[in-house]
């Protein structure tokens, strides 16, 4: 049973210092809606990374599954241990960003980019940490040019795209390509679809689904995938090999194969050239902070009873301490960030639905997130009947990051010149290192759009 709260109060919590740690089923009660929910798709979506961690990192099957739980683990400290009113994600735009650094001929071992990845992890947790102690993050943000802002969105945009059909495109799409055009037709309609969006007001049903997230592309792929062999000739594009029983994960492996303790610590240049990119997953994990806060702000009124704190400095040490860690157990930057948008907005809704829906905001972040124990990954036969979806799973992931991430950079400069200059520094940063991108995204502002303050322009 959980802690009562009193009507219009904060819920309720332990505090330690800037935080609140929320004990499941003694602070926060189960809402079975977003705990069937948040063990599928939170599961397979943390999934989709390990053909990252199989292909880049050098791991195994087993020990990508052990990173990744070990990875949500720390995830779900967010909301649990450090009271965040946030439904946590990975820095998803980020990503792109970081399979184009890691992809280059000076990091050609998997420890060399495990110990970018930590290098990264420690730079973004350094951020943080300052800005967060300083109350300064705002500052630094409203400092960045709308033009280099755009052209670092619209720069993972582009390197998550060009790694599906270019770079990547034998290993991805052109592996599976009739499922993952499928998977993908399947989500970019129900995610993006405008017609979509307005008949969801209409049809609960189509709305339930819409919510769901990977999970309908996921369901398709594992449907067409088999019948496949029918329309060509050899395999079909997914045959399964179910194993039945409990995943013993290799946290052990694992953790050997990736922390610094064991495999050695980044040097200074490695530093200096993970800085970058961390300053970029910076500004897109801010903005993150800013949506996950408008959502909830939109949906208070419908909820009196209860009062959300949100705290952006705390927000800010929260995520240095989880980047932190992950650096020192299991580096796989970008993926402790602030917000899993898509979740917010599910639970959110519910929330906003009353009292008798949902006691409170966190036991439905609570109960999507498993409360913080991500059984999936240990139950062998829907790990195995995921396995063979992998590839597409990452092509979801990386098209549908791409496409968001275009039409949220597109809307962010405001004239001509702002939305040339955000192409040029996107297209540097998809081709060029972190550190040429950013160069020639920060000499485009001052040479053609000026570092003049856009209030000051707007009254000249």
């Not at 930590?118 to 709308?146: D, E, K, M, Y």
């Not at 059984?375 to 549908?400: E, I, R």
Request: one cysteine or more; a neutral charge; proline letters at 6%.
């Amino acid at each position: 049973m959980s802690q009562q709260r009193e009507s219009g109060s904060v819920h309720p919590g332990i505090k330690w210092g800037p935080f609140t740690a929320r004990i499941p089923f003694w602070h926060t009660r189960l809402e079975w809606q977003d705990l069937v929910q948040g063990i599928f798709v939170a599961g397979a979506t943390g999934l989709a990374t390990v053909p990252i961690l199989t292909h880049y990192l050098g791991l195994s099957f087993e020990e990508a599954v052990a990173c990744m739980f070990i990875q949500s683990v720390i995830l779900c400290s967010a909301p649990i241990l450090f009271g965040e009113p946030f439904a946590p994600g990975m820095v998803t735009p980020a990503l792109p960003l970081v399979l184009l650094a890691i992809g280059g001929d000076d990091l050609a071992t998997p420890e060399l980019r495990l110990q970018f990845m930590t290098a990264a992890a420690i730079c973004l947790a350094l951020i943080l940490l300052v800005l967060g102690l300083t109350g300064l993050g705002s500052r630094f943000i409203a400092w960045i040019p709308n033009s280099l802002k755009g052209g670092i969105i619209l720069g993972a945009a582009i390197a998550a795209l060009k790694r599906v059909f270019l770079d990547d495109a034998d290993k991805l799409i052109g592996a599976q390509p009739i499922t993952t055009t499928a998977a993908l037709v399947v989500c970019m309609v129900l995610i993006f679809s405008e017609p979509v969006q307005r008949y969801k007001k209409q049809m609960r049903w189509l709305a339930i689904i819409a919510s769901l997230g990977l999970l309908p592309g996921f369901l398709t792929a594992a449907f067409v995938g088999p019948l496949t062999g029918f329309f060509r000739e050899g395999p079909a594009e997914v045959v399964y090999d179910i194993e039945w029983g409990i995943l013993w994960l290799p946290f052990g492996d694992a953790i050997t194969k990736m922390s610094p303790f064991y495999i050695g610590w980044p040097d200074l240049a490695m530093f200096a050239k993970a800085l970058p990119l961390a300053l970029m997953s910076y500004v897109i994990l801010f903005g993150d902070i800013i949506t996950g806060t408008e959502i909830i702000k939109a949906a208070k009124g419908a909820r009196p009873d209860e009062e959300i704190d949100i705290n952006t400095n705390r927000s800010h040490l929260a995520l240095a301490a989880r980047n932190g860690v992950m650096a020192l157990v299991a580096p796989f930057f970008p993926y402790q960030g602030a917000l899993w948008t898509g979740v917010q907005v599910v639970i959110v809704q519910r929330w906003a639905d009353g009292r008798k829906s949902m006691d409170s905001l966190f036991s439905g972040i609570h109960s999507y997130y498993v409360f913080g124990i991500p059984v999936l990954y240990l139950c062998l036969p829907l790990v195995t009947a995921l396995k063979p979806l992998m590839g597409v799973a990452l092509s979801l992931t990386l098209v549908l990051t791409g496409f968001a991430c275009a039409y949220v950079a597109m809307a962010i400069p405001r004239t001509a010149i702002e939305r040339g200059v955000v192409l040029l520094t996107a297209v540097s940063l998809a081709i060029f290192s972190p550190w040429i991108g950013m160069l020639v995204g920060i000499a485009a502002t001052i040479l053609l759009v000026g570092t003049q303050p856009e209030a000051e322009e707007e009254t000249a």
